[in-house]
């Protein structure tokens, strides 16, 4: 037999093949995005990009906060108290032990959030609390998130 006999493709064909998988794959993506923003007390689906964006930051903050604190002299005083630990085994050192589920991780982000508001507001008061307000980071953390 020979080769004239047998479909070969050219570059039209390969590129009308290219263009239906993609056109398939932007239809799949965006009907499981659907999907998810319609599931009922989804809290993916609740919170927006920009929502998951801004709770993805408060949680950097917190961990960054965290571990400027517990390096500082006066990290051991802080650890005395069992809520500073229990925020630095949350957020330090179980980093990337287990993989969420995209429901699951903006719950766990909501957290952080409030964990960092709730510390922000305690730092910012009492006799230290005069002196994180000097440092114009710790300003900058207050005026973003309370």
């Known amino acids: 037999m020979s080769d004239s006999k047998f479909f070969t493709t050219t570059d039209i064909d390969l590129l009308r093949m290219e263009n239906e998988l993609l056109a398939f794959e932007v239809r799949f993506l965006k ?15 609740a919170a927006s990009m920009s929502r998951i964006s801004h709770l993805e930051e408060a949680e950097n903050d ?3 906060l965290l571990r400027r604190i517990g390096s500082s002299p006066l990290g051991p005083i802080f650890r005395a108290s069992g809520n500073f ?13 287990r ?8 719950v766990y982000l909501e957290g952080a959030e409030k964990d960092l508001v709730l510390l922000l507001r305690r730092l ?23």
Do not use: H, N
């Open 85 to 97: 630990r229990t925020l630095e085994k949350r957020y330090i050192r179980s980093q990337g032990d």
């Open 62 to 64: 917190l961990v960054l």
């Open 124 to 146: 910012g008061r009492g006799p230290l609390g005069m002196m994180f307000r000097r440092r114009k980071s710790f300003r900058t953390l207050q005026q973003r998130y309370l």
């Open 31 to 45: 009907a499981r995005l659907a999907e998810s923003m319609r599931t009922p007390g989804s809290a993916v689906g």
């Open 99 to 106: 993989a969420l589920t995209p429901t699951e991780r903006a």
